[in-house]
């Protein structure tokens, strides 16, 4: 079992030790020390990075990238990414965590623990899990709902406990113990001494990771979203530099969204929704501005269609127009008359419309179908109305002519 130097000192960056085992293979070599101080991934925080440094001609210095626990053995596993030969069995090394990297862990886990008494002490939600990622921590919460004036005043709490800097001490308890100094979760897998920390008259809780020495060395947390899940309530948040690194990129993100609406940031949802109005009014005026000018056109095509003993043909290739005009026009020309429609348009998505009024001879589906197993596209519809896809523009013009030449 590894010597866990972090359990008492989470301040300790720098230490030595003696190297128990060494497994190599495949560009990864996998090390147990006799003692450590890198964090492994465990209790809902993420693992420490840094170094591994060998004395020698010439010294070595070896980038430590994952630590893990072995939970049976409880040896703590520092992965190298190399063939780390310089490392034997027996010698001695000194370790070096990332201590950029350990602080930001110790003010997000140190803030989950506040937020959690902060939620547990305000409402009695409990929190029944912690997860900690690279951009952002969650915790969930066992609870059915949990409303904006709830999150503001659990976050306000949390943030009045950070500036008090209420100092926070690791103590040893057995369940029993802990349980009468009123601690906030007993771990499912309780061993016969229990790691409490402290938080100074506002939270007691069993914990193995790596926390601040004093609440206002956690800076600030930050709540963000939340969401319904399995087990209750997850609510994101972040803490310390990351809080502020989040707010710097919201802050420019809505910066950015007022530059665009030429207006003050906290005016922006009010601007957003006045332009989505206006789009929505455009786009219905624009769409009764189609309508008409369809069936102009297809007043002014009926008047120059071929006759033929079943009625009016009228056919006829848009390059600029799109589907959903000739889809437009084609009914215009099947209402007003009795009479058939065999369209096409270039365009982005160059397309077939084939349609004819009710009552009229033709199987325009059947026409379609026809069509496009020539073309190697895609299409279908009924007797009456049917639509397609073209390879490009040109092909379109020539099945429209294709397709007209069949129910002259
Ligand atoms: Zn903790």
Redesign the pocket.
């Known amino acids: 079992m590894t010597d866990r130097l972090y359990y008492t000192d989470s301040f300790l960056h720098k230490f030595d030790a003696r190297v128990l085992s060494v497994e190599g293979g495949d560009g990864r070599t996998a090390i147990t020390l006799d003692r450590s101080a890198f964090y492994p991934t465990s209790?809902g925080?993420i693992f420490d990075t840094g170094w591994l440094e060998v004395e020698g001609e010439p010294p070595a210095r070896l980038r430590v990238t994952e630590v893990s626990e072995n939970e049976h053995t409880g040896e703590i596993v520092h992965f190298i990414d190399a063939d780390a030969a310089v490392i034997r069995e027996g010698i001695a090394v000194r370790g070096a965590i990332d201590a950029e990297r350990r602080r930001d862990h110790m003010q997000q886990?140190?803030g989950?623990?506040v937020l959690s008494g902060a939620f547990e002490k305000l409402y009695g939600f409990a929190t029944v899990s912690f997860h900690m990622g690279d951009e952002s921590c969650t915790i969930d919460l066992a609870a059915d709902a949990v409303t904006p004036a709830q999150i503001t005043a659990a976050e306000y709490l949390a943030n009045e406990v950070i500036a008090e800097d209420r100092p926070v001490g690791i103590r040893f308890a057995t369940p029993d113990e802990a349980l009468a100094l009123g601690v906030r979760k007993i771990p499912a897998a309780a061993r016969e001494k229990l790691r409490l920390?402290d938080i100074q008259d506002f939270d007691l809780?069993a914990?193995?990771?790596?926390?601040v020495r004093s609440t206002g060395q956690i800076g600030s947390i930050l709540l963000r979203k939340t969401e319904k899940v399995r087990q209750g309530i997850r609510v994101e948040f972040v803490c310390g530099l990351r809080a502020v690194t989040t707010a710097r990129r919201d802050f420019a993100t809505l910066t950015e969204a007022g530059a665009i609406f030429s207006t003050h940031i906290w005016d922006v949802p009010q601007q957003a929704r006045k332009a989505q109005e206006e789009i929505k009014a455009a786009q219905k005026a624009q769409h009764r501005l189609l309508e008409e000018v369809a069936e102009f056109e297809a007043r002014q095509l009926l008047n120059s269609a071929s006759l033929r003993a079943s009625g009016k043909l009228v056919s006829k290739y848009f390059p600029g127009r799109d589907l959903t005009y000739i889809k437009l026009l084609a009914q215009k020309i099947t209402m007003l008359e009795p009479a058939a429609a065999i369209l096409g348009c270039g365009g982005a998505q160059p397309s077939l419309v084939f349609g004819q009024a009710k009552g009229q001879p033709h199987d325009m589906g059947a026409l379609m179908k026809k069509t496009v197993q020539a073309l190697g596209t895609r299409g279908g519809g009924n007797r009456d109305m049917a639509q397609g896809g073209a390879p490009d523009g040109d092909s379109a013009e020539r099945a429209v002519r294709e397709a007209a030449a069949e129910i002259e």
């Open positions: 209790g925080q886990h140190s989950q623990h920390i809780n914990c193995g990771g790596t926390h």
